[in-house]
Every structure is written in structure tokens, then in C-alpha cells.
């Protein structure tokens, strides 16, 4: 979700610069960040008493923050300023929520998962303006479309986590995310409909992928064996779909 938004939009923007490497190496640094942040802030306002790996965590807050710090500061040098405030404003909105979410423990909750796929493939965005100066028509519906196909995906990994754990307790599932994940497909579809209708047949035949392919996935979680299938070869099914519903956005918005 960082890094095909940020490739499909320098191949798509026809145009290259070097000011697109600091938009990942700030994504990857805020990224990064969260986990040992939520550690530190837990153990201040939660547990208020020290535990291990908070010396850890703190060496690595730092290192990510001078990182993020350097990568931010070349953006603010090369982007038009209006772009980087308002970019900045919502990163930052997000980052609070996340960490919010988290000492709250309610990272699981579909909402977040959804605005999290939202913010992580904004990546597109930032790297549209670091390509050519603004936000190009064409790339909010890249990012709209890549953000669908990511939440649907978040919501069927997390339906396939939850059905995982229910088969190892021998429980009903809980039917949050697969319901959630079906809804997900339903847009999906509509999206695949109106594409077909305004004749973009790429984008038509991308969304129609990511339908076929996260709708045979929660078939298959009703198998126990299929739900027995390591997490990474799941992964890495995911990541091939991605990049093949990527590759024929592109060829649609080209």
C-alpha cells in the first residue's frame, strides 16, 4: 500500500523527481515510528511504569524521527507550499488518530482499517506532486481506486485472521470483517459496472480482478485446510494481485 501507489504513479506521471525518493523515505519513517510511539505512550499513560524494549523503542523513535525530519524538509523545499500544508495537515490528523486508536486498542475497528488503506496509499498523491508540482485529475482516481482495492483487501485478511483463530478455538467466527469484506466487493462491482458503462475496459477488467480474486479468498475460508495456509504464502497471493490490479489501472489511466 506505501510502494505500488508511489511506482504507479511515477510511470503514470511520464515525468521524474528526485524529490519523489524523500516521499518514500518520509512514508517509511512515519510508518515505522507508530509501533515503538504506542509503546512509549502506553507505558507513559497506561502502564506508567517502565518495560522492556522501551530503551529500544526510544533509540528507534529517534533514528525515525531525524529520518522523517530530513525527508519533510526536502518536501517543504520543493513542493508548492499550499500542497505541503494541506498534505501535512492530513498526515498529521491521521498519525494522532492512529496512535489514539492504538492506546485505545481499537486498531481492529473496520472504520480505522479503512481510513489506514485511505492514508497509506496517499502516497500517490505526495508523489504526484513531487512528479510535477500539483495533484493531476487522473491521479485522484488512481488513488480513490487503489484505496477501494486496498480496503477490501485489509477486510478480507482480517475475515481470514479472525476465521483462523476461530477454527483453532473451534468457535463461530466473528462475522465483522467478512461482512464488512462483502460490502467492500459490492463497491467494487459498482465501480467495475460504471467503469464498463463510461468504456474504460482496463480499469473495468482491474476492479472485476480484485472482485474474482478477494471473493474466491473468502470462499475458501470456509475450508479449514485453506485457512491452515501460512500467512506469508497468503501475502504474497495478496501482493500478486495488487500488483496486477495496479498494472491495469495504469493501463487504463494511460
Given amino acids: ?5 508511489v511506482l504507479g504513479v511515477a510511470i503514470l506521471a511520464r515525468t521524474w523527481h528526485w ?35 522501551s530503551t529500544a523503542a526510544a533509540q528507534w523513535i529517534f533514528a525515525w524521527s531525524v529520518l522523517l525530519i530530513a525527508s519533510v524538509s526536502i518536501l517543504l523545499a520543493t513542493w508548492p507550499l499550499q500542497a505541503f500544508l494541506a498534505m501535512g ?18 486498531q481492529r475497528a473496520t472504520p480505522f482499517q479503512i481510513a489506514s488503506a485511505a492514508a497509506l496509499t496517499s ?16 491521479c485522484w482516481w488512481f488513488w480513490a481506486l487503489i484505496a477501494m482495492q486496498a480496503s477490501a483487501g ?11 483463530i476461530a477454527l483453532r478455538k473451534a468457535t463461530p467466527a466473528s462475522p465483522q470483517f467478512r461482512l464488512a469484506a462483502l460490502a467492500a ?11 464498463t458503462i463510461l468504456k474504460r475496459g482496463w480499469i473495468a ?13 473468502l470462499m475458501r475460508q ?20 495488487s500488483i496486477m490490479y495496479s498494472s491495469l489501472l495504469i493501463a487504463g489511466l494511460w
Fill in 205 to 217: 477488467l482491474a476492479l472485476a480482478l480484485a472482485v474474482v480474486g478477494y471473493a474466491y479468498d
Fill in 222 to 241: 470456509k475450508d479449514s485446510a485453506s485457512l491452515q495456509m501460512p500467512l506469508k504464502a497468503v501475502g504474497l497471493q495478496a501482493l500478486l494481485l
Fill in 154 to 164: 485489509i477486510l478480507v485478511v482480517h475475515a481470514r485472521l479472525d476465521a483462523r
Fill in 19 to 53: 524529490s519523489e525518493l524523500a516521499v518514500l523515505s518520509a512514508a517509511f519513517a512515519a510508518l515505522s515510528a507508530k509501533d515503538p510511539a504506542v509503546l512509549l505512550l502506553r507505558q507513559r499513560f497506561i502502564w506508567k511504569q517502565t518495560r522492556p524494549g
Fill in 1 to 5: 500500500m506505501l510502494l505500488t501507489p
Fill in 89 to 106: 495537515a492530513g498526515i498529521a490528523t491521521f498519525a494522532c488518530a492512529a496512535i489514539f486508536v492504538n492506546l485505545k486498542n481499537r
Fill in 185 to 195: 466487493l459490492g463497491l467494487l462491482c459498482c465501480a467495475a459496472v460504471t467503469a
Fill in 123 to 138: 502516497t500517490s498523491l505526495a508523489t504526484c506532486i513531487s512528479a510535477t508540482g500539483s495533484i493531476a485529475p487522473w
